[in-house]
């Protein structure tokens, strides 16, 4: 059975092996998987204990085809065998034409060949790094060889579908210019845009600017990387139909686009790309800013499953896991270089102030203090847990809550007999924040899954009774199975909490 995105109980779900699959997962550090004894010696060792159940790994183009039409596969052989030996799945990510709004990828041979596979220009004339979106002879280049990428994993992975899904390109986009102005991009610039776009987008014909106005330029370099994406997705697709999606640099300060990639697939973009590109399942975001469960609320907006191949690694990314699965029904988390949770935080070599300048990244995203205890204790909850989660998401018996911003200081949550007010715990360095997901299993009867957070359980309004606990039980869930330890009914039970390391709490309640 080939992995595929299926909805289960309306909600858009991975399954692999015919069986739900939520990926706990982390993306490793760019270089990492270029070389298989780097990786088995230094990167498999570290994502144990971690409770990862999925990686996401790089696939680089100009190693899979250094000369011109001659494929070698065994980067990809050797990386689906590492995995099966480590027990995790693959999440490919295809660094084909685009990465990072350039062309770092591309094999040597089209890299110096810049007459055929020519490039994006500034207004000014000036030639960038990455190849144009509207270079036909690059596209079918890749197509070509994403095709046949496709076609090896089908051959060396179908049985066991260790490969789950793929990412086509990566942080596609221009930086530094809103839009791309060689000759080719400003013929299509100048010309309309095409029928199909302006019919699915339910809009007028007429030129882009005519029809885009101020967002003209975003919203054609959108378009052209959309189709580009889509062609390659497809021939991709065409071999072995794996679940593909797009990952996207957010829109953020200074806003302006150009400043982040122009044209990639931003929440604001998404219409055109969705129109252009449906062989993609979704656009991800990859979430290095401090307001994550703002940016998760808006990437699961319109139908768009969220699938974070990206986010911070700091300490408070173990609670935006707890909310990406609880709130948002997630299908992927993945904190950014994984490996190196396992590390001493004083032994990493931290990217300079220049790349994170350029690469826009909040530096604390990468702070790991405390981080692996939360993560796999946060990993280990939702796993555990997949049995009640399965049958409560997206019904009101279910409930998430996490501490969006310092003026957020807590939840009210209402249930069917009870209201539950959860209050956050301050925000702490190198700890997580106030985040949890709360089970009514009967109508007086809750699991408190979470951390950093204080409960207290109310009436309905208007009803003149009070609360009290029959029972309060520490413990932990183990595939699904309530297993208790400490009854907490005397001094415990003044104050119902869960502390830093994500945990749960069994409460029977009744009123008199
Ligand atoms: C986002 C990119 O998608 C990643 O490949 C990586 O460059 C990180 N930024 C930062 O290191």
Redesign the pocket.
């Known amino acids: 059975m080939i992995p595929e995105i299926r909805k289960l109980n309306g909600i858009d779900t991975l399954f692999v092996n015919d069986e739900p699959f939520f990926c706990l997962a982390g993306e490793l550090h760019?270089s990492s998987a270029s070389d298989l004894k780097y990786m088995e010696e230094h990167v498999w060792p570290l994502l144990q204990g971690l409770n990862m159940n999925s990686v996401i790994v790089p696939l680089y183009w100009e190693l899979i085809e250094p000369e011109e039409g001659k494929y070698d596969f065994s980067p990809v052989q050797g990386l689906i065998e590492q995995a099966r030996d480590n027990q995790m799945k693959l999440i490919f990510l295809w660094f084909g034409l685009w990465?990072?709004a350039e062309s770092m990828y591309v094999p040597g041979w089209m890299k110096k060949d810049t007459q055929t596979y020519f490039r994006a220009e500034k207004v000014n004339g000036e030639r960038m790094t990455t190849i144009s979106p509207l270079c036909r002879a690059a596209v079918e280049k890749d197509k070509a060889a994403f095709r046949q990428v496709m076609r090896f994993i089908r051959s060396f992975d179908e049985k066991e579908s260790t490969v789950i899904v793929m990412q086509v390109e990566?942080?596609i986009g221009l930086l530094g210019t809103a839009r791309d102005y060689c000759k080719a991009a400003n013929d299509a610039f100048e010309a309309a845009v095409p029928e199909k776009l302006t019919e699915a987008l339910q809009l007028p014909a007429g030129t882009w600017k005519e029809v885009f106005g101020k967002d003209a330029e975003e919203s054609f370099m959108a378009y052209s990387f959309a189709k580009a994406v889509e062609e390659i997705a497809a021939a991709g697709r065409e071999e072995y139909p794996l679940p593909c999606y797009a990952?996207a640099?957010l829109r953020q300060y200074p806003w302006y686009p150009g400043s982040y990639p122009s044209g990639g697939p931003v929440v604001e973009m998404q219409p055109i790309w969705r129109a252009t590109a449906p062989s993609l399942f979704t656009f991800g975001p990859?979430i290095y800013v401090s307001y994550v469960p703002s940016i998760m609320d808006e990437y699961h907006a319109d139908n768009n499953p969220l699938f974070i191949p990206?986010v911070r690694k700091d300490a408070v990314t173990a609670s935006y896991c707890l909310y990406a699965f609880g709130k948002h029904n997630a299908i992927c988390y993945s904190p950014?270089?994984v490996e190196e949770l396992n590390m001493d935080p004083d032994a990493i070599d931290k990217?300079p102030m220049e790349v994170m300048i350029a690469?826009n990244?909040d530096p604390s995203a990468f702070d790991i203090a405390g981080s692996k205890e939360y993560v796999a204790a946060a990993y280990k909850l939702v796993e555990d847990m997949k049995p009640q989660y399965l049958q409560y998401r997206g019904t009101s018996h279910m409930q998430a809550y996490c501490k969006k911003s310092e003026t957020d200081f807590g939840a009210f949550l209402e249930f069917e007999e009870f209201d539950l007010q959860v209050a956050y715990a301050p925000r702490i360095p190198f700890k997580p924040l106030g985040a949890g997901i709360v089970y009514e299993l009967e109508p007086n009867k809750f699991l408190l899954c979470g951390m950093m957070s204080t409960f207290t359980f109310m009436p309905k309004a208007g009803e003149n009774v009070k609360i009290d606990i029959v029972k309060l039980e520490e413990g932990h869930l183990e595939k699904g199975e309530w297993v208790s330890g400490r009854v907490l009914n005397g001094d415990e039970k003044m104050m119902l909490r869960l502390g830093d390391v994500p945990q749960c709490l069994m409460v029977e309640i009744y009123k008199y």
């Open positions: 760019n990465k990072n990566n942080e990952n640099w990859d990206e950014f270089g990217p690469l990244i």
